[in-house]
């Protein structure tokens, strides 16, 4: 209880620190990576937890098409120990029902959001129907990433592009 009472106050810290304008703009702020969770999911070493916003990936643990592939593809694109730029958007929630921050991640000039769509290794999200600020870019990432076939399009054939709803790849 102990241990779930400080990283919701860790979160917070980041979250208030970012609103506060401590980070490079009011909305943003920067951070390092301890550990990737899987796919869409990373902790920093100040404890708290982050869920990359408006993108989904297979579920780690599950059997899910892709799931293995997909948190690799993370790892190599924000490698433990790197320095990130955490970016909320203010049309969209700021943390999820777990507790994480719910945030576009950047390393140096790319934002990985976006680059695991382009990928393949990530579908589009827009949890409720909402569209945050690089809605666009990632569905139009996804449509080219399907036309040819990469990562989880071509790995789990039946996948379904439908931002309306989680990535469902099926078993393996």
């Known amino acids: 209880m102990v241990s779930k009472l400080a990283g919701v106050l860790v979160a917070l810290t980041v979250v208030l620190s970012a609103q506060a304008g401590l980070g490079a703009r009011p909305a943003q702020v920067s951070a390092t990576v301890a550990s990737i969770t899987d796919g869409d999911t990373l ?3 100040n404890g708290a937890r982050v869920r990359l916003l408006q993108i989904d990936t297979p579920e780690l643990g599950t059997g899910e098409c892709y799931s293995r592939a997909a948190r690799t593809a993370l790892l ?8 990130v730029v955490l ?3 203010p049309r969209l929630d700021r943390v999820d029902r777990y507790g994480r921050l719910l945030r ?18 990530a ?4 949890y409720g129907g909402v569209r945050g600020k690089y ?15 990469r990562g989880l399009w071509g790995a789990c054939r039946g996948t379904v592009l439908d931002p309306t709803r989680a990535v469902d790849t099926g078993r393996r």
């Open 87 to 89: 970016e909320a958007d």
């Open 123 to 126: 579908a589009p999200w827009f």
């Open 104 to 121: 576009y991640v950047h390393r140096g000039t790319a934002n990985v959001n976006v680059a695991l769509v382009r990928a393949g290794a």
């Open 43 to 45: 902790r920093l070493t």
């Open 76 to 83: 190599i694109r924000v490698p433990v120990g790197s320095r």
């Open 135 to 149: 809605a666009s870019r990632l569905y139009a990432e996804a449509v080219r990433a399907k036309a040819a076939r």
